[in-house]
Nanobody, 118 residues
Framework: VQLQASGGGLVQPGGSLRLSCAASGSIFSINAMGWYRQAPGKQRELVAA???????DYADSVKGRFTIFRDNAKNTVYLQMLMLLPEDTAVYYC?????????????WGEGTQVTVSS
């Protein structure tokens, strides 16, 4: 199983980006999916999470600006980021709790860099 993230880049403050993360491989089903981020010198933190049924949870710092959603048919989770701030600069990682043949396993994608700067 692999998680492939894309969509990062350089954007000016106030701009927007959409991150995508697609899971592939021998997947029975995907439970919760989420996005985390890690800025230089800081610990990795949860940005947003979404259950298979669509229940969402957000870090206080992104509420009202970021939206997480998923397409279960495509095994893909998205993070729409609006009104980006310099403090949103970080490497963003997707995460998924995936049911495979032997049980549930927590998978991580490779990070995608988001830089917010003028």
């Amino acid at each position: 199983v692999q998680l492939q993230a894309s969509g990062g880049g350089l954007v000016q403050p106030g701009g927007s980006l959409r991150l995508s993360c697609a899971a592939s491989g021998s997947i029975f089903s995907i439970n919760a999916m989420g996005w985390y981020r890690q800025a230089p010198g800081k610990q990795r933190e949860l940005v947003a999470a979404i259950s298979r049924g669509g229940n969402t949870d957000y870090a206080d710092s992104v509420k009202g600006r970021f939206t997480i959603f998923r397409d279960n048919a495509k095994n893909t989770v998205y993070l729409q980021m609006l009104m980006l701030l310099p403090e949103d600069t970080a490497v963003y990682y997707c995460n998924a709790d995936i049911a495979v043949g032997s049980g549930n396993i927590d998978y991580w994608g490779e990070g995608t860099q988001v830089t917010v700067s003028s």
